[in-house]
């Protein structure tokens, strides 16, 4: 094999090869972020630190969730909350809102998987027009930090 056919930047993994494997990625966190996430959970039960800590939480993940749908932490809510955080912090909400392992991380995964989908077809549909993958990132990126901040300044400004 000569030189002029190697891809310098390695080998090409298709998107839903990067899905695999985030979504693996993300039970091997379940499985490893779980047993803390209880172990917090009954520190939370027997001590009041914990108490107070544990309802602080709980009232962070409410206020988080109000403008979705107004009550609660339902279940769209708290993708929503894994979508625009972590799935650590969309697990703990789960919990917080009563879900168990299972649908806990489901929704936790389910908001990871769906911040990846948009991120990962913001950048390859932006790229179809920059032909520029390192543009296209800095754009992305800029994006990701500066969108959040101009809705909640409109939002503001529309509300008030």
């Known amino acids: ?20 494997l985030l979504l693996i990625g993300a039970t091997m966190l379940a499985l490893a972020f779980e047993p803390l996430l209880r172990l917090g959970s009954r520190w939370g039960n027997r001590s009041r630190l914990g108490a107070r800590l544990g309802a602080a939480f709980k009232k962070a993940s409410e206020r988080s969730v109000a403008h979705f749908n107004g009550t609660g932490a339902g279940p769209l809510a708290l993708v929503m909350i894994a979508f ?23 929704i936790a ?13 913001s950048t390859l549909g932006l790229n179809t027009y920059i032909h520029d993958p390192n543009t296209t990132m800095l754009i992305i990126l ?7 901040v101009v809705v909640r ?8």
């Open 1 to 20: 094999m000569d030189g002029a056919s190697v891809d310098p930047h390695g080998p090409r993994i298709g998107l839903p090869a990067r899905m695999l």
């Open 84 to 106: 625009g955080v972590d799935p650590m912090t969309g697990r703990a909400s789960a919990l917080a809102a009563g879900h168990g392992f299972i649908a806990g991380w489901v």
């Open 109 to 121: 995964i389910a908001g990871d998987m769906l911040y990846f989908g948009v991120i990962a077809v």
């Open 142 to 148: 800029a994006a990701m930090f500066l969108l959040p």
């Open 153 to 160: 300044n409109l939002r503001a400004r529309l509300a008030g």
